[in-house]
């Protein structure tokens, strides 16, 4: 897989492919090994915090606080397993995704994670994707049970799937003006308006043969980019905080 993330604090252009990580300080023009590591499986998604930390999952967690010249592991408390997903709220805090499992925080940038609490509902889940809402509600997609919001910090969940054509959310996005936007495994793109209270479909101009989304991006310029079977799609006009296309 190819995962892409920028340092906040100087712009640099970090990317995982396959089993390495690497680093780019001129837009891509270069790009440089940075894992003094070997990662011994794929790695997954990578993202940074506010303070230029970058957590990199492949067999294991691993951060490096120096633009990957060092790595360690904080794990403690992580089970193993495919991690779709990891973002950071706005607070710091680090949420992570557990294939065939739910959902798990760290307050101190790794250091220790916490299981949150399931939904109640049905036994079994399959987290892929989070997102936060614009007063911070936490967003989840999960494959099979659908989308779930929670206001409470993790504690308690809703689920809301009213308008969506089925369960299998991938993929997840939120403009600035607190718009969702859900990528389907199966339906393309759908985006609520009212925090997840009903979901309309936004797929015009996305050939039916590219309705299996599997990334969803708002770029700086308000644009949205989806990551299909079929390539990449891009919203013919960008985002505004009024009306959104």
């Known amino acids: 897989g190819l995962f892409l993330a920028v340092n906040p604090l100087n712009d640099d252009l970090f990317g995982s492919v396959g089993e390495r990580v690497y680093r780019s300080t001129n837009n891509g023009d270069i790009w440089v090994l940075r894992d003094s590591l070997t990662f011994h499986t794929e790695n997954g998604r990578l993202t940074f915090n506010n303070q230029g930390i970058l957590f990199v999952y492949g067999d294991t967690l691993r951060r490096s606080s120096d633009n990957g010249s060092t790595w360690s592991i904080v794990h403690n408390g992580l089970p193993f397993?495919?991690?779709?997903?990891?973002?950071?709220?706005?607070?710091?805090?680090?949420?992570?995704?557990?294939?065939?499992?739910?959902?798990?925080?760290?307050?101190?940038?790794?250091?220790?994670?916490?299981?949150?609490?399931?939904?109640?509902?049905?036994?079994?889940?399959?987290?892929?994707?989070?997102?936060?809402?614009?007063?911070?509600?936490?967003?989840?997609g999960d494959d099979g049970d659908g989308f779930f919001k929670s206001t409470d910090g993790g504690t308690s969940w809703q689920q809301l799937n009213s308008g969506l054509p089925n369960t299998f959310v991938w993929a997840l996005a939120v403009s600035n003006g607190g718009h969702i936007f859900a990528g389907m495994a199966n339906g393309g793109v759908y985006r609520s308006t009212n925090g997840g209270t009903q979901w309309d479909s936004v797929n015009t101009g996305l050939a039916s043969q590219s309705r299996r989304i599997y990334s969803l991006l708002i770029a700086p310029s308000g644009y949205i980019f989806a990551g299909t079977t079929g390539g990449i799609y891009r919203s013919t006009q960008p985002l505004t905080d009024v009306g959104e296309d």
């Open 81 to 140: 397993g495919q991690m779709p997903d990891i973002r950071v709220h706005s607070n710091g805090d680090i949420y992570v995704a557990r294939k065939n499992d739910w959902m798990f925080r760290s307050t101190n940038n790794g250091g220790n994670w916490i299981t949150l609490p399931r939904p109640i509902g049905p036994p079994f889940f399959d987290a892929d994707a989070i997102a936060f809402g614009p007063v911070g509600e936490i967003y989840v």
